[in-house]
């Protein structure tokens, strides 16, 4: 969602004249765009503007900004943090980013916009469309969440939900894909939800209104709530040729008592009877998901729960982080906080069996045949080798081996015929 938000602000400060550059140090204005989710995030964050502060000593003109949810959380108090900061706007700020600019560029005071009032209207801005497109581009179809699960900080710095109008969605994705984009992630903080405050079509009908733009090949989607995985979205599995083969479920915890705790409001079996109606439609669909390790109350029984849900399910990929309380978040004030060396222990196991389980994953492919969409080339070793994502989101990369084709694959979904499954990749030829 940031890479999303980044092009918009391109877009929007385009016609005061602003355009990307390569290094830092020949930027005129210097935007962080900030996660809060969890603490490293935003330590990263501060740290990266630490550095602006020489810059700026450098060239006074530098206007530094900040952008996004770490904006969000702690607004004026950056400034008294960081006085050379000029900027601070929040997650819903962006359409007013180049009025702050241009105010700034004329009084030099600066601004601070938190207000959460402008939300995912249509008169939002859509992403930077005159630069090069790439193959594959984000669209977000709705902003912020009701969930409130009890770690997360999203609710308190992305607002409540609100979904985008479905005609606008599905033209953005229809001038994405006159642009050159072939296939689309479909962005919210759990589009499950999408439409229902507002009344708009439920999410598995904005996939089918999307599915029938010509010219897309392919269609993603994050993040998927698992309490609220409709049989509609199954459905959708079923139907739709152009949905990968693939989905990104985070369960965060096998343990029955963290789920409740984490306020998740579904069970470990709850989960297991989704994954079991998914594979019903889509026998081979690549699983992924979050955990996190160390939630508060969590005992060791509760994280080998975990790596069993982990085995069980076989995920082809795990995004696990250790817990970190976050400011607003409930469980900042739970018992029984989990020792760093006990976070850190769990998370290199739960790792060790996601590499495992990638792998085993992998090496399966070896011998199929797979569709890749081809979003570039590199050389490796002086050989020429384009690479892709197949239907269920393994980057593969390929030779034309005897088949040597003249046009650029760039964009085009192609079969390769995969020789080997590696730890994060698969390896093959052109058929
Ligand atoms: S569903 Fe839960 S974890 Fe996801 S953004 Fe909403 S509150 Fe955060």
Redesign the pocket.
């Known amino acids: 969602m940031n890479v999303y938000d980044s092009e918009m602000f391109k877009k929007v400060l385009r016609p005061l004249g602003y355009i990307p550059v390569d290094e830092v140090e020949d930027a005129d204005l210097v935007i962080v765009n900030t996660c809060t989710v969890r603490k490293k995030a935003e330590e990263k964050a501060f740290s990266f503007l630490g550095r602006m502060r020489a810059l700026k000593k450098k060239n006074p003109e530098l206007i530094v900004a900040i952008g996004g949810c770490v904006a969000q959380q702690e607004g004026s108090a950056i400034l008294r943090r960081m006085p050379y900061v000029d900027l601070v706007f929040g997650t819903r700020a962006y359409a007013r980013l180049a009025a702050m600019v241009e105010k700034f560029e004329y009084d030099r005071i600066p601004v601070v916009d938190v207000e959460m009032t402008m939300g995912i209207t249509d008169a939002t801005p859509i992403p930077e469309l005159d630069a090069e497109v790439e193959v594959s581009r984000f669209v977000t179809i709705m902003r912020g969440?009701d969930?409130?699960?009890s770690y997360?900080i999203?609710?308190y710095v992305r607002g409540r939900e609100e979904s985008r109008d479905p005609d606008a969605i599905v033209q953005e994705v229809r001038d994405l894909v006159e642009r050159g984009a072939r296939e689309v992630t479909l962005l919210g903080?759990?589009v499950n939800s999408y439409g229902k405050k507002e009344g708009l079509c439920d999410f598995p009908e904005l996939l089918r209104r999307v599915s029938e733009v010509e010219g897309l090949a392919r269609i993603r989607f994050a993040t998927s709530?698992p309490k609220d995985l409709s049989p509609g979205l199954v459905a959708a599995y079923r139907d739709l040729p152009k949905l990968c083969n693939h989905i990104h479920l985070p369960v965060q915890s096998g343990s029955n008592a963290v789920l409740k705790k984490m306020k998740r409001k579904y069970t470990r079996e709850d989960y297991m009877q989704r994954i079991e109606n998914l594979k019903a439609v889509r026998p081979d669909i690549a699983l992924t998901s979050d955990m996190i390790v160390g939630f508060p109350g969590e005992t060791e029984a509760d994280f080998d729960a975990t790596l069993d849900l982990v085995r069980e399910v076989g995920f082809s990929g795990i995004f696990a982080f250790k817990y970190s309380d976050r400011p607003h978040a409930p469980a900042a004030k739970f018992e029984g906080k989990v020792s760093e060396e006990d976070k850190t222990r769990r998370l290199a196991k739960l790792l060790d069996l996601e590499t495992e389980l990638s792998e085993k994953r992998n090496i399966s492919y070896a011998g199929t045949t797979v569709e890749v969409l081809v979003d570039g080339h590199k050389e490796v070793k002086g050989v020429f080798q384009w690479t892709g994502r197949s239907s269920c989101n393994r980057v593969v990369n390929f030779t034309e081996a005897g088949k040597p084709t003249d046009g650029n694959l760039v964009g085009k979904v192609v079969p390769v015929y995969i020789e080997t499954g590696l730890p994060h990749s698969l390896r093959g030829v052109l058929r």
């Open positions: 969440c969930n409130f699960c997360c999203v609710p903080q759990n709530h």
